[in-house]
DNA sequence: GTGAAAGCGCTAACAG
DNA sequence: CTGTTAGCGCTTTCAC
């Protein structure tokens, strides 16, 4: 394979001027030209190790999740693909799934060889040690749905996406909405918290309505969860709603309403969070958090952060965008309206 | 950051000595405890662009797919992750999702960048002048559910799955079995072939039935093609039994059964392939093909090519595993059997 | 704007 | 089994 010293010796400069002709730096415009006809000529690549050896960047960035066989995540990496492999940069993935000992190679190990200028994580949760290791790396962070000190952070307001899909379901003129999502170790395995039932509390009391006992239901974010919540709270003290903490899980109380003979939204509303692949196919309204874009948004920021080392860490909240389907309308099946 | 002269000194070696006891080449018991205790004080890490340079060795290995946000892919890539981080490689992520600059970026740059040792391609169609690009990386290529010239393969036989899918709907007694599939370009695209589709004909004339033109019903690999097609499909001539191309094209099929007012399986059958995570769910019979597994496997079989690198490519053929559930039974609602 | 030269941190002969 | 010595292929001062 060609290398550097094969293009300087065709275009007549030396290395030094090939390095700085391919990576942008100065160069007149005609040795810029001589340069890249040789490179293309010679099908010169550069060799990342050298230029990451001799410059200390390597030109790839690390994406770590907590796992990655859920489609939030899949979606985000997809997002982050799109702007990175176009800028030249490639993409290494830390998966945590797995034992403890996959983790420990991951933080221990991977991270540390130097092998990335930077580090996208999503929906993370550090121990103090791991915080400790990722600092020590002198590398810009940013992390998508999750805090970590000192770190570029990208999320979604999750407690205000609550409040407005509990205010779309009180608009409507429902009263008696159930809550049904995350448990405390599936919230704080995504870092959600409790915010979304935090919001979803909050605009029932700023409606002055009571959250009895029943009004929450607890389930993991799949659908049969959601399913096996509905049916235990369905066959229970009848709401006329159901917020969902997530589209999956509303999505499992649609099946749910279904198998029990209710009809949606007539008998029952829906609404959930994520705008999940398949919420269009059920028709379920809900609040779309566009993964992708906010994996689109963390590469550039990483980009951005790259360019200028001095700049501090920023905090980007995204917006949700309300979608209105056929889950949701007012109690006791009047015409279906878009809040 | 503490660099190998320096665990060199602590130790009492020289940096070569260092190196090989690292590297488990030869080293004396007491040498390699010596440098080991020195590397774990200092927290040394190799440099993998320096390690790299000089050995020609990068420890990371390529994933290239059409796109990373469909489950299958998305569960080769843990079973591939769980292997390789174990032994300490990272993997970098070629998504081909995107446009054409997207991919040739991948191939043009990227891949040639001399950063991967091996690469692990998963339902990738390669042009000709791909196919080229990656022979003259020189680097161990295994192929996942995909025929790549030179390169070793894993996958399932997929005329096979099919045959035996429509074989446990024969058994049971089913004579009307319609096959909902992918369309050619689909098909395609997952480099499926016409395979299923040659399954079920092949089963079906084995058993001596008439396929009659409308027992082909075109639908891409998602729910909502498969509940679609069904739609259509339970409107025209109605048989017995489906056999879906995949778990997703058959939980459609279930819903839009179960939307006709139809019981599965009393008045319709159906039988998919993969063993989606939600098939356990709906119920549904299937032919497990286990993604993670053929990650997995993919993975030992890279490793393996990496240390025998004059190995012949091989070619492994998974067998599928037979999962009965609830939505297969006898035509006319009869007890549920296993087949 | 460009060239010469000195490394970046490691590995791989080659001796011993 | 271990030390010495060259590089691996680039980038980056520092001069010019």
Redesign the pocket.
């Known amino acids: 394979?060609?290398?550097?010293?094969d293009?300087?010796r065709l275009a007549?400069?030396?290395?030094?001027?090939?390095?700085?002709?391919?990576?942008g730096?100065?160069?007149?415009p005609?040795?810029?030209a001589k340069v890249l006809a040789a490179a293309a000529e010679l099908g010169?690549?550069?060799?990342s190790?050298?230029?990451g050896?001799?410059?200390?960047?390597t030109r790839h960035i690390g994406f770590m999740v907590p796992f990655i066989d859920r489609w939030f995540f899949a979606d985000v990496l997809t997002g982050i693909e799109s702007v990175l492999l176009s800028q030249g940069y490639d993409v290494t993935l830390y998966d945590l799934q797995g034992n403890e000992s996959q983790r420990d190679q991951v933080f221990g190990s991977s991270l540390r060889r130097a092998s990335i200028d930077g580090l996208i994580a999503a929906s993370i949760e550090l121990t103090p040690d791991e915080i400790l290791a990722l600092r020590a790396l002198g590398k810009p962070v940013v992390s998508i749905g999750g805090y970590i000190e000192g770190a570029t952070a990208v999320d979604v307001d999750n407690a205000r996406m609550a409040t407005l899909a509990t205010e779309h379901l009180l608009s409507l003129g429902h009263t008696r909405i159930a809550y049904v999502g995350a448990g405390r170790t599936i919230a704080s395995a995504f870092q959600l918290g409790d915010a979304r039932y935090d919001g979803w509390l909050s605009a029932m009391r700023a409606a002055g309505l009571e959250v009895e006992e029943t009004g929450f239901w607890e389930a993991d974010f799949d659908i049969p969860s959601g399913y096996a919540a509905a049916k235990a709270l369905l066959a229970h003290d009848r709401p006329t709603a159901i917020f969902a903490a997530s589209d999956e899980i509303g999505i499992g109380c649609m099946l749910a309403a279904r198998d029990l003979g209710l009809r949606v939204p007539d008998d029952l509303s829906i609404v959930g969070i994520d705008d999940h692949k398949l919420s269009a196919f059920f028709g379920l309204t809900t609040l779309a958090q566009d993964p992708a874009g906010q994996g689109r948004l963390a590469a550039h920021l990483l980009l951005a952060q790259l360019d200028n080392p001095g700049a501090a860490p920023e905090h980007r909240t995204l917006t949700p965008r309300f979608v209105v389907r056929s889950s949701t309308a007012r109690p006791g099946g009047a015409v279906h309206e878009t809040a």
């Open positions: 394979m060609a290398d550097i010293a293009v300087a007549g400069v030396s290395t030094a001027t090939v390095s700085r002709a391919l990576n730096k100065t160069a007149s005609a040795t810029r010169y690549v550069i060799s190790n050298a230029s050896l001799a410059s200390g960047r």
